[in-house]
């Protein structure tokens, strides 16, 4: 079984700090690594996407990789009361676009006026 | 900007019945998937389809589901006889599928709730 596996939290931050959401999985052969962000109620809405170990920095969102440790992180910097929603891990075994991606529960983020 | 729609955005239907959910893909993308959500649990892929046939299905997909694609835009999920546990947020999703450019774009999705 493929596991992705994240915090539920919810992880409390105030207005202005960094948010550190933390993924691991279990399928050594994945290749595509995605965070989406779920407000309450509507669907996945993606904001990052990484393919090799290292940062990706996308403005106030950073995705971090790390294949040999099956880990891969979102940071946010300078949080935002918007930024309250709860973070998706998603991960694709392969290349291949026709191929699955496995979903985490997902961390409930609640950053505070 | 393209984005994935789906209707209805909302389906009440009494068990055993037969319900269609309608999604348009974006228009250049080649890969279609349905996933679901119930209530309070996580996202959990149904099927994909590429090339007007199913490429990958989960053990959730059973012989009660099946997927069209009618025609050059629309793309459809039929759940044959409706059961109380098929209550959920179903989604469709697309993407481009070459190269890096795998990500997958959700619609909005259809909140099916079986009475």
């Known amino acids: 079984q493929k596991e992705v596996e994240q915090n539920s939290g919810p992880l409390s931050v105030p207005e202005g700090a960094i948010a550190s959401l933390n993924c691991t999985y279990s399928?050594?052969?994945?290749?595509?690594f995605f965070w989406y962000r779920q407000y309450s109620g509507k669907s996945p809405e993606l904001i990052m996407s990484?393919?090799?170990?290292g940062d990706k920095e996308d403005g106030r969102f950073t995705a971090q990789l790390n294949k040999a440790s099956q880990y891969v992180s979102l940071l946010i910097r300078d949080s935002q009361p918007s930024d309250s929603a709860t973070y998706l891990c998603?991960?694709?075994?392969?290349?291949?676009?026709?191929?699955?991606?496995?979903f985490g529960t997902g961390t409930k983020l609640q950053v505070i006026p | 900007e393209p984005e994935v729609t789906q209707t209805p955005s909302h389906q009440v239907t009494q068990m055993g019945q037969e319900v269609i959910l309608r999604c348009v893909p974006i228009?250049?993308?080649?890969?279609f998937y349905w996933y679901r959500q119930i209530l309070g649990q996580k996202v959990e892929f149904l099927v994909s389809?590429?090339?007007?046939?199913?490429?990958?299905k989960s053990e959730i997909f059973d012989d009660q589901f099946s997927v069209e694609r009618p025609d050059g835009s629309n793309f459809t999920l039929k759940i044959r006889s409706t059961k109380l546990e098929d209550s959920a947020m179903y989604f469709c999703?697309?993407?481009?599928?070459?190269?890096?450019?795998?990500?997958?774009?959700f619609g909005q999705g259809t909140r099916l709730t079986v009475v």
């Open positions: 999703a697309s993407s481009l599928g070459r190269g890096d450019s795998t990500e997958a774009f």
């Open positions: 399928d050594r052969v994945s290749q595509s």
């Open positions: 990484i393919y090799s170990n």
């Open positions: 998603a991960v694709r075994a392969g290349s291949g676009g026709y191929q699955k991606v496995t």
């Open positions: 228009s250049n993308h080649l890969y």
């Open positions: 389809f590429y090339n007007n046939e199913i490429s990958e």
